[in-house]
């Protein structure tokens, strides 16, 4: 079965730093990869994803993301943080030609200093 | 605002009772997804349901169920609650099925929490 990890719990960043939160996956094949956004007290919103073709994504509200097969990563970057970009973001993996359903990291919660 | 709304907000209530959770899609959406976010377990999907029938299942306990109405709003019954089911529960919505991809949009959820 697909896995995915986020191995930072936790990540602090000034306004204005820039931000790369990491992201693995373990699939054979190369999966439909995503990336969403949760602020406090509201649902899951996608930043965007990568299913074939250019291996950098771009995504909204600034946000990129590039695919690197031989890593099995999908790292979601940005230039420039916004203290409204504090929020906990998921790295997800679905099985490419399947259900298209999610399955998700255990999430990355960023803090924003002024 | 997603369009998926979803209520209560919050529901608190003891071990051993049931609760229902209901979900309204985004107009025009025939599908609609249920999933469990956890400290223990992360987030993680439950059920689907397409067009009134279930579609896909996840993770989901037997003391759980689900349907959706001819309206297409859906509801999660989750009974003889144990502590371990205090979560926040999430519904989404896609516009199609599990033939090709559609995008997912989650409503703010709903806070159970079992006393």
């Known amino acids: 079965a697909q896995s995915v990890t986020q191995p930072d719990i936790h990540i602090t960043v000034s306004e204005g730093a820039s931000l790369e939160l990491r992201c693995n996956y373990s699939?054979?094949?190369?999966?439909?990869l995503f990336w969403y956004v949760q602020s406090p007290g509201q649902g899951l919103q996608l930043l965007l994803k990568?299913?074939?073709?250019?291996?950098l994504v771009q995504g909204i509200k600034g946000f990129e993301a590039e695919f690197k097969r031989s890593q099995s990563s999908f790292n979601l970057r940005k230039p420039s943080v916004h203290w409204s970009d504090a929020a906990e973001y998921f790295c997800?993996?679905?099985?490419?030609?399947?259900?298209?359903?999610?399955?998700f990291g255990r999430g990355t919660s960023l803090i924003v200093h002024p | 605002d997603s369009g998926v709304t979803q209520t209560p907000k919050h529901l608190i209530t003891a071990t051993g009772q049931r609760v229902t959770l209901r979900c309204s899609p985004r107009?025009?959406?025939?599908?609609v997804y249920w999933y469990q976010q956890s400290l223990d377990q992360g987030l993680q999907f439950l059920i689907q349901?397409?067009?009134?029938?279930?579609?896909a299942k996840g993770n989901i306990l037997e003391r759980f169920s689900a349907q959706q109405f001819p309206d297409l709003h859906s509801e999660l019954n989750l009974s003889s609650l144990e502590l371990g089911d205090s979560a926040l529960y999430f519904c989404?919505?896609?516009?199609?099925?599990?033939?090709?991809?559609?995008?997912?949009?989650f409503g703010p959820g709903t806070r159970l929490t079992v006393l």
């Open positions: 989404a919505s896609s516009a199609g099925g599990l033939a090709s991809y559609n995008e997912q949009f």
């Open positions: 699939y054979g094949a190369t999966p439909y």
């Open positions: 990568y299913f074939s073709g250019d291996t």
């Open positions: 997800a993996v679905a099985l490419s030609g399947g259900s298209y359903i999610p399955t």
């Open positions: 107009s025009g959406d025939l599908s």
């Open positions: 349901y397409y067009n009134g029938e279930e579609r």
